[in-house]
């Protein structure tokens, strides 16, 4: 639900707050010398703001995760000729290929900031800019990140979200069933989110329409009478 998705992605949040350079430990040697000890902390920080990304990238596009893991910088349309404007004249496109699946896909807009923390984060670490070769998620070394797995089922826990309302346990497949649910939800012709997350309309209606009837009261009551 959005509410969940908000507690999700606010937990990410604040954990990005936690540790930052400034709270590095001190460390005093026997001989007097004095330093600051963060690369651990350093090192931490970016994989959160890699996980971060990743989750505001899915939730943002449907994609597949291995959809996401196969995204190279080549693959990030628009990019790197609008990255220098105005936030509002930014715009791009994700193109996919899966197992079977590929095509180009339409981003909710919120996606273009965590593609400038992927890239400034690259940039950080492996001290160039990214190639169009090069993995969009990548480790500090510049290789491609094969899962988030891990990382998510962690925040998933500490969100207290590690399962659905029917006891099932949830896993980054759960941001593209909240990215399509959404787009229903909020009234999106369902043909054009089959054909932008690369599914069917019967996929849609069996695996990924349980939106709350709640939600689209709207839709449900179009011409509803006033008594």
Same mark, same amino acid.
């Given at each position: 639900?959005?509410?969940?998705?908000?507690?999700?992605?606010?937990?990410?949040?604040?954990? /990005?707050?936690?540790?930052?350079?400034?709270?590095?430990?001190?460390?005093?040697?026997?001989?007097?010398?004095?330093?600051?000890?963060?690369?651990?902390?350093?090192?931490?920080?970016?994989n959160?703001?890699k /996980?971060?990304? #990743?989750?505001e990238?899915?939730?943002?596009?449907?994609?597949?995760?291995?959809?996401?893991?196969?995204?190279?910088?080549?693959?990030?349309?628009?990019?790197?000729?609008?990255r220098?404007?105005?936030?509002?004249?930014?715009?791009?496109?994700?193109?996919?290929?899966?197992?079977?699946?590929?095509?180009?896909?339409?981003?909710?807009?919120?996606?273009?900031?965590?593609?400038?923390?992927?890239?400034?984060?690259?940039?950080?670490?492996?001290?160039?800019?990214?190639?169009?070769?090069?993995?969009?998620?990548?480790?500090?070394?510049?290789?491609?990140?094969?899962?988030?797995?891990?990382?998510?089922?962690?925040?998933?826990? /500490?969100?207290?979200?590690?399962?659905?309302?029917?006891?099932?346990?949830?896993?980054? #497949?759960?941001?593209?069933?909240? #990215?399509?649910?959404?787009?229903?939800?909020?009234?999106?012709?369902?043909?054009?989110?089959a054909?932008?997350?690369?599914?069917?309309?019967?996929?849609?209606d069996?695996? #990924?329409?349980?939106?709350?009837?709640?939600?689209?009261?709207?839709?449900?009551?179009?011409?509803?009478?006033?008594?």
């Open positions: 639900t959005p509410e969940e998705f908000e507690k999700l992605f606010t937990t990410s949040l604040s954990r /990005l707050s936690l540790i930052a350079p400034e709270a590095a430990k001190a460390v005093h040697a026997k001989d007097g010398r004095e330093w600051l000890h963060q690369k651990q902390n350093e090192h931490v920080l970016s959160r703001v /996980l971060h990304s #990743y989750i990238i899915a939730a943002g596009s449907g994609m597949r995760p291995t959809e996401m893991k196969n995204l190279n910088w080549g693959n990030v349309l628009r990019f790197r000729e609008c220098a404007k105005a936030i509002d004249e930014q715009d791009i496109r994700f193109q996919v290929q899966g197992k079977s699946k590929y095509g180009d896909v339409v981003p909710d807009l919120t996606v273009i900031g965590a593609v400038h923390m992927l890239w400034e984060r690259f940039v950080d670490e492996v001290g160039r800019e990214p190639l169009d070769s090069d993995p969009l998620f990548a480790d500090h070394t510049g290789k491609r990140i094969q899962s988030f797995k891990k990382g998510f089922a962690e925040l998933l826990k /500490l969100s207290g979200l590690e399962k659905d309302f029917r006891g099932v346990a949830r896993t980054n #497949y759960s941001l593209r069933h909240y #990215y399509i649910s959404e787009k229903i939800a909020k009234g999106v012709a369902v043909h054009d989110v054909r932008n997350t690369r599914t069917s309309i019967a996929m849609i069996k695996h #990924y329409g349980q939106v709350s009837t709640e939600r689209i009261k709207d839709q449900l009551r179009p011409d509803f009478p006033e008594w």
